[in-house]
């Protein structure tokens, strides 16, 4: 595959826990090379993995430098059963290291009801969609899956002890979206730069890359995430910084200011918690060494 070489990191997930902020924030390191396409997907997408490893590498990391550690952020890469053993196979014995970041299963949970719902694939209430999402993942079709797995998302023990059939646990980097990313960002990127391998960067940090309350234009939207015709011109034309500028103020411009959070009711957030994930919750501290206390009932 002449210079082309596997990402050296992958940010396998979760879903809905500050993964599109942190790939923004980290393309601006110089040591750093991300693909424009934000989540690259290719080992949780058939379609995709059956073009081959050659494929992929050739359309999302052809420019990235020797001196650069490559990187992905596919945050379904930690929900979907086969993923793990996929990227195993890919690479071999080459050390990989994998961050995992965790979020409140109910929030996260609700927060994706509601992604769901603005992009006009969810029409049921919350509580119903989560009573019809067995029935709904009863099947082969990717993006069902992908939409409604609510709940099934948020079983975070399951997923990560995929991952350790076939990597060792000193390869991950195991952080909590409440407390790393969200209260401690500027210590997290040391972290994280330190766990990679790069030189500590001031990185500019007060970047929102997915508003709840959506953009003001979807078409522009489309234009700065995955692949397009007009993506792969400017990257014939221009350089990888000067893109990277263009795609931030592009963002930072269609951005809508008047972001709104809406919150689940408490009384059913306790329900739900107890009745899929505290077990859960529990062995997961004990494994990752998170401290996940604010995830719990409120009365446990």
């Known amino acids: 595959m002449d210079n082309l070489r596997l990402p050296d990191f992958i940010c396998i997930g979760v879903q809905k826990s500050g993964t599109t902020t942190l790939h923004d924030i980290l393309m601006d390191h110089p040591q750093i090379y991300l693909p424009d396409s934000k989540e690259a997907n290719f080992f949780d997408k058939n379609e995709e993995f ?9 359309a999302n990391f052809s ?8 990187g992905v952020f596919t945050p379904d890469y930690l929900f979907y059963p086969y993923v793990a053993e996929r990227i195993s196979k890919a690479y071999g014995k ?51 899956k992908n939409h409604f797995s609510y709940i099934s998302r948020g079983r975070y023990l399951e997923q990560i002890n995929r991952y350790l059939t076939y990597f060792d646990k000193d390869q991950f980097l195991f952080l909590s979206f409440e407390d790393d990313i969200r209260k401690n960002l500027d210590e997290t990127l040391k972290r994280i730069e330190t766990f990679i391998g790069v030189d500590h960067e001031s990185l500019q940090t007060d970047k929102h890359s997915n508003f ?21 011109i400017l990257k014939k034309l221009l350089s990888q910084k000067v893109r990277r500028e263009m795609k931030q103020k592009v963002i930072e411009l269609n951005e809508n200011k008047k972001e709104v959070v809406e919150k689940i009711d408490p009384v059913l957030k306790n329900h739900l918690m107890k009745k899929y994930f505290l077990q859960d919750i529990r062995e997961l501290e004990e494994l990752t060494g998170l401290n996940l206390s604010s995830w719990h009932p409120k009365n446990d």
């Not at 059956?50 to 050739?58: M, S």
């Not at 961050?99 to 609700?110: E, G, L, M, Q, T």
């Not at 709840?212 to 792969?232: F, P």
């Open 63 to 70: 420019q990235a430098t020797p001196d650069q550690q490559i």
């Open 212 to 232: 709840a309350s959506g953009v003001r234009s979807k078409s522009v939207q489309t234009l700065t995430r995955g692949d397009n015709l007009i993506k792969r």
């Open 94 to 144: 080459k050390n990989l290291k994998l961050i995992a970041i965790f979020r409140d299963p109910v929030d996260r949970a609700y927060s994706h009801y509601l992604m769901s719902k603005r992009r006009g694939y969810e029409s049921e209430s919350f509580e119903k969609a989560i009573e019809l999402e067995d029935e709904r993942l009863n099947t082969e079709d990717y993006y069902q």
């Open 50 to 58: 059956n073009k081959g490893t050659e494929h992929w590498l050739k």
